[in-house]
């Protein structure tokens, strides 16, 4: 048992061992947790991965005349001054509002662009008041003019995540960065081994104001980060989904650009690649124990981001082991893996640490309150507006043809019905195609007359439990006009346009306007 | 071997390369194009044990070869080696080194541009 005045102490005489966690790992499994617990000192973590909620509360100074900015931009991405007159939060995932940039420029790297200490331009609009008369503000800052540029990240540091993976036949690219489809890929986030809160799974020693490692400055955790859950299922001692988070806080002045960097997911948007450790001082065994975990014991679940629902379907179970090896066996197919996280920087970060300790210059804390370790759920939003779901919307007959049926007859149904699309299904009404008046046209003009041999096979479909806000994506996503909807069986069950669309926004514009459309 | 071969105007309608490919019996890839009457270029990879006779020969028909070391090339003051590139490659050019690091094989690389697009830090570039 030690205690961490006594760690400190150690450190203040320079002599404390301290590892980093990976390293840790390897000494408990040589020499047993009770002897690492008597031996080693410290042991420092380290994560550097995308983590979107972050951001940076900035005090640019009063000008002269002075203004109580509203509206304000950095490098042309929004930032947040409803609070006094040039305070303002910039969050990282906020993109650039000029479109032709977009989301290849986000607070994320106005962030990383100050740390540099590039001069970034300011710009911000006022409505006026007696004591706050100027109305718009054009000038330029850099990090060393302005007053304070505190790093507020809400949350950070996950306590594992999700896997990434796509069964959809069409590439998506998310926050867990491009889905290859069909299974094409994997992606996940987690530093495995080196992450903090894996290494002190029930916050026995990381609490509210511990000193940490934050962007290669010194930086403290506020406390729990937002979404921090407790209740997930454990194994080896560590949740096997995202759990825990934390709130940091650190002063962008001190820190240091290889550690923090601005990026974009590819079509998702901005996120800041934040680099963060954490020391934990090894008091007992059983904190001993808990830095000592594995790659191979870290369980995770992958996910299928095909599903566009807040409870999307786990495809496996896997491990970081397993995910470092670069490939990953999925229904008997080898996957390739991505990391998303740099471990490389990770890695720098645990052993950075681990040196600002060893020279003295880093004294561990006591957590002023431990975290919360119990009781956190997090709750859904619930949609009060009930959505509209593709049932609702379905009212025609549907009309389908038939794969065996002659081209001919296919055209008399598309004119009779003044309609653009039919659905091809065999006997038993599953779906086996569709077909269009174009495609029509083009099989004549080439001499076909069976639909088989021109329909398009690889059909876009909408199922009933669908929102149609989610087909309106897909529809304007895949640059079609209407899709068929099919049940679980593959049934057609009828048919959806962007007509329809069009005449449910319609509807509802209506009702909110009293029966006036605008 | 990768070069790009550049075609002026007045050679874009012969049939020079599957000439070079018959004579010399060459493994013959083209990665990518942009050829049109006014002229072009594109980036093949030729191999075969008369590797070498072929370029003379192409040489001689009027195509400009210039071999290229690499296809795409990664910027390590951007790159955060964080991998995300490493499964979207399509022929395993890109590996996690023993160090973690990220690194590309321009031997295998096809250039077909996937980890360019899929680059958070956009630290890859392709070479032209």
């Known amino acids: 048992m030690k205690t961490i005045q006594e760690i400190n102490q150690k450190i203040k005489n320079g002599d404390a061992v301290v590892v980093t966690a990976d390293e840790m790992t390897s000494i408990v499994a040589q020499n047993g947790a009770q002897k690492a617990a008597e031996e080693i000192d410290v042991v420092t973590t380290g994560t550097f991965g995308a983590m979107c909620s972050s951001g940076a509360f900035l005090n640019f100074g009063h000008s002269d005349p002075p203004i109580k900015m509203t509206k304000t931009f950095l490098n042309g991405v929004e930032a947040y001054s409803g609070l006094a007159s040039v305070d303002a939060y910039l969050g990282a995932t906020q993109p650039s509002q000029n479109p032709e940039i977009g989301l290849h420029y986000g607070g994320a790297h106005v962030i990383e662009d100050l740390i540099r200490g590039k001069e970034v331009e300011l710009i911000a609009d006022a409505y006026g008041t007696d004591c706050y008369p100027l109305k718009r503000v054009e000038t330029s800052i850099t990090l060393d003019k302005i007053n304070q540029a505190t790093m507020v990240n809400p949350r950070n540091c996950y306590q594992n995540y999700a896997v990434a993976i796509n069964s959809t036949d069409e590439t998506l690219y998310t926050y867990m960065g491009t889905l290859l489809p069909k299974f094409g890929n994997v992606t996940y986030s987690s530093a495995g081994t080196l992450s903090p809160l894996i290494n002190d799974p029930y916050f026995n020693t990381i609490g509210m104001g511990t000193k940490i490692f934050l962007g290669g400055a010194e930086g403290y955790i506020i406390s729990e980060g937002t979404q921090h859950a407790t209740e997930n299922e454990r194994r080896n001692g560590v949740p096997v989904s995202a759990s825990g988070t934390l709130m940091l806080q650190g002063d962008m002045k001190k820190m240091n650009p290889e550690y923090i960097r601005g990026a974009t997911m590819p079509k998702y948007g901005p996120t800041l690649y934040v680099g963060a450790g954490i020391p934990i001082p090894i008091l007992n065994e059983e904190v001993a124990t808990r830095t000592a975990i594995s790659d191979e014991e870290i369980i995770c679940k992958i996910i299928d981001y095909g599903v566009p629902r807040r409870s999307r379907p786990v495809i496996r179970e896997t491990n970081y082991k397993e995910l470092k090896t670069g490939k990953i066996e999925i229904d008997g197919i080898e996957v390739p893996t991505s990391p998303l996280s740099s471990y490389k920087r990770s890695k720098m970060v645990a052993v950075e640490l681990k040196e600002w300790i060893e020279k003295g210059d880093f004294l561990l804390t006591n957590p002023v309150r431990p975290l919360s370790s119990k009781g956190n759920i997090v709750k859904p939003l619930e949609i009060s507006k009930p959505l509209v779901m593709v049932k609702d919307i379905e009212s025609k007959p549907v009309i389908m043809a038939y794969s065996g049926e002659k081209i001919n007859d296919v055209a008399k149904k598309l004119v009779d019905n003044n309609i653009n699309h039919l659905p091809v299904v065999d006997n038993d009404g599953k779906l086996k195609g569709i077909v269009t008046s174009w495609d029509i046209a083009d099989g004549v003009a080439k001499g076909k007359s069976k639909l088989d041999e021109l329909m398009t096979r690889k059909v876009i479909i909408a199922r009933e439990d669908e929102s149609v806000d989610i087909i309106a994506r897909r529809i304007d996503k895949n640059n079609i006009s209407g899709l068929p909807i099919v049940d679980k069986e593959n049934i057609v069950k009828g048919m959806i346009t962007a007509e329809d669309i069009s005449r449910l926004i319609g509807e509802n514009l209506k009702d909110e306007n009293g029966g006036e459309s605008i | ?128």
């Not at chain 2, 071969?5 to 490919?21: E, G, H, R, Y």
């Not at chain 2, 044990?49 to 090339?73: D, T």
Request: net charge negative.
């Open chain 2, 1 to 128: 071997m990768k070069a790009w071969l550049k075609f002026l105007p007045t050679i874009v309608n012969k049939a020079i390369m599957s000439d070079a490919i018959k004579i010399y019996d060459i493994d013959f890839n083209i990665l990518r194009a942009h050829i049109n009457p006014r002229g072009g270029k594109m980036l093949v990879e030729i191999s075969g044990p008369q590797e070498n006779e072929c370029i003379q020969y192409m040489e001689e028909q009027g195509i400009e070869v210039i071999p290229i070391m690499r296809v795409v090339q990664k910027d390590s003051e951007k790159c955060v080696d964080c991998g995300a590139c490493v499964s979207l490659c399509p022929v395993k050019a890109i590996c996690i080194q023993d160090d973690w690091g990220v690194e590309i094989d321009n031997q295998n690389c096809i250039g077909c541009g996937f980890c360019v697009n899929s680059c958070p830090t956009k630290a890859i570039s392709l070479m032209e």
